[in-house]
């Protein structure tokens, strides 16, 4: 088992949907948890970050934590096609070694 | 604030050669990383400094990278010597004090071993 599982996509939302991106990481440890955006040919830019269980929300965005089934997740409401883009999760344990690791992320694509 | 910067920005060498890639962190922050990005095995830390010290370079593939951070405001990864399989993009990225910040990415190297 990975220790952070994504499903890769492609991932198509119509444009003004809702787009919903799903992650699962392996350790219960696991302290910080962070969505990070990556345009093609691109270095990747946090849009998230999330410690405690529940909801975040920063603009469009939503960031949703349940420690105990181990997900994450992201929401983007109103989708634009700026949006198009790699959506990485990434998370961070301090079990005995501090840890940071990232998914392979979620291609999504909104759909004029 | 200029951000993080990396150089060289693209690198072309053969095989057998020695790389050395750059980075110079954001001002004031404590902490860095280095990345490796590939299309089969996707975005991984290959080692964490924190107060120029290393943390963590489980992530480091074999003896054939090293990396080093003399000062807070500056750091290489080297590869010697080079193989196909390393061609990738290497990314730099610091953070305030830890791998639990945000990060800040530096615009990546691609690195091409012929």
């Known amino acids: 088992q990975k220790e952070v599982e994504q499903n890769s996509g492609p991932l198509s939302v119509p444009e003004g949907a809702i787009a919903s991106l799903n992650c699962t990481y392996s350790d219960r440890g696991s302290q910080s948890f962070f969505w990070y955006r990556q345009y093609s040919g691109k270095s990747p830019e946090l849009i998230m970050s999330i410690y405690s269980n529940g909801d975040k929300e920063d603009g469009r965005f939503t960031a949703q934590l349940n420690k105990a089934s181990q997900y994450v997740s992201l929401l983007i409401r109103d989708s634009q096609p700026s949006d198009s883009a790699t959506y990485l999760c990434a998370v961070a344990t301090n079990f005995g070694n501090e840890k940071l690791t990232f998914g392979t992320g979620t291609r999504l694509t909104i759909i004029p | 604030d200029a951000g993080v910067i990396q150089s060289p920005r693209h690198e072309v060498t053969e095989m057998g050669q020695e790389v050395t890639l750059r980075c110079k962190p954001i001002s004031g922050h404590n902490s860095l990383f280095w990345y490796r990005q590939t299309m089969m095995r996707g975005l991984e830390l290959l080692i964490y400094f924190n107060n120029n010290v290393p943390i963590d370079d489980s992530g480091m593939p074999e003896d054939r990278f090293s990396a080093k951070m003399p000062n807070a405001s500056f750091s290489t990864l080297k590869i010697q010597p080079s193989e196909p399989r390393d061609s990738a993009v290497y990314f730099c990225?610091?953070?305030?004090?830890?791998?639990?910040?945000?990060?800040?990415f530096g615009p990546g190297t691609r690195l091409t071993v012929l």
């Open positions: 990225a610091s953070s305030l004090t830890s791998l639990y910040n945000e990060q800040f």
